[in-house]
């Protein structure tokens, strides 16, 4: 932190700084342009780049970089594989399965924001549903996109689970979690955090069950780029996650100063729910596997076990190996 000086020395220390505000947004003007395009609106889990940009950090390394919302990991991953953009941020399950679909193996991860897949059981308090040999003989409430995208399915197999001692219910539109206050269904799957949280507020839960303790674990939100780009601008992407580890230890260190930075760069947002994200966001940045190890880094093994439950469960094509969809070389090592 800086120390505060002497009154004789303000004048001089203003022109410093003056000069310096000057040099900092005309080295940002001149420095390399990056499109950033998030997989879905501003959240927690993008505050950390928030951060480093508000506080220079892409600036240091040369960088100016611009960030847009998204509306999905399917449309950032179709955004950067067209090259309307350098950088993206896309689940790494999500890309896996778009590169095994259209046949292309021109992108890849570098980096891992988010590796414990926050997808739950998640009950009401005193339902009993503690471990997963609970779930059978219940009602599971779910939609329909989550129920084919067979991961409870994992999830039974993953914990030697009777899909046919569990009563499936489906339950459209988002109905599940008033389904599971009204008692018409035992349980539901969804997302500890948000979905949990939102069931909480209207009535005591058990905590929620997540799929990642239980053998069942698809890396989330991961910083992907062009393999050509890549190729070509290393240099680029090791100075781009360099700065944005800073960012993260920042946000990390000072919570409600990340929240404040986010919220001046998207306004509009709901500054009550990217609280509760930034909050929450640390649980799910890394596995058992990562844990200790710095922001962004991903074990072999979780890529390995990403693949695999795809091939088994949502029907991707064989085929796809750990190295054609992540490369953790350009993360800083500290």
């Not at 955004?79 to 790494?92: Q, W």
């Not at 590796?115 to 779910?142: F, H, M, N, V």
């Not at 064989?318 to 953790?328: M, Q, S």
Request: glycine share 12%; charged share 25%; hydrophobic share 40%.
């Amino acid at each position: 932190m800086r120390k505060k000086m002497k009154r004789l020395a303000m004048p001089l220390a203003g022109l410093t700084l003056l000069c310096a505000s000057f040099a900092g947004h005309a080295s940002a003007a001149d420095g390399e342009k990056i499109h950033v395009r998030l997989a879905w609106v501003a959240g927690g889990v993008d505050a950390p780049m928030f951060v480093a940009a508000a506080k220079g950090y892409f600036t240091e390394k040369g960088l100016d970089v611009d960030i847009v919302d998204g509306n999905g990991s399917t449309g950032t991953i179709q955004a950067v594989g067209s090259g309307d953009f350098e950088i993206g941020i896309a689940g790494l399950g999500a890309l896996a399965q778009a590169q095994q679909g259209s046949g292309a193996d021109t992108m890849i991860a570098v980096a891992g924001l988010l590796q414990k897949d926050p997808t739950s059981i998640i009950s009401l308090k005193g339902s009993g549903i503690t471990k997963p040999k609970d779930i059978e003989g219940k009602r599971l409430g779910t939609d329909a996109g989550n129920f084919e995208d067979g991961m409870i399915k994992a999830f039974a197999e993953a914990n030697g689970l009777d899909m046919n001692k569990i009563k499936v219910i489906m339950i459209n539109g988002g109905g599940d979690r008033v389904a599971l206050l009204k008692g018409d269904v035992d349980f539901i799957n969804g997302w500890a955090n948000p979905d949990g949280d939102k069931v909480a507020e209207r009535a005591p839960i058990e905590p929620p069950m997540l799929f990642a303790d239980y053998g069942v674990n698809i890396l989330g939100s991961s910083v992907i780029v062009r393999k050509d780009y890549l190729a070509k601008h290393g240099d680029t992407v090791r100075n781009f996650l360099a700065a944005l580890q800073k960012g993260k230890a920042d946000a990390a260190a000072d919570p409600d100063g990340a929240l404040k930075i986010l919220m001046d760069a998207r306004p509009d947002s709901n500054e009550e729910g990217i609280k509760a994200e930034i909050k929450n966001m640390p649980k799910y940045e890394h596995t058992t596997a990562s844990q200790g190890k710095p922001y962004g880094w991903i074990a072999p093994e979780d890529v390995t076990l990403t693949i695999s439950l795809l091939e088994k469960y949502s029907g991707m094509a064989p085929g796809l190996t750990p190295a054609k969809i992540y490369d953790g070389s350009y993360l800083p090592a500290n």
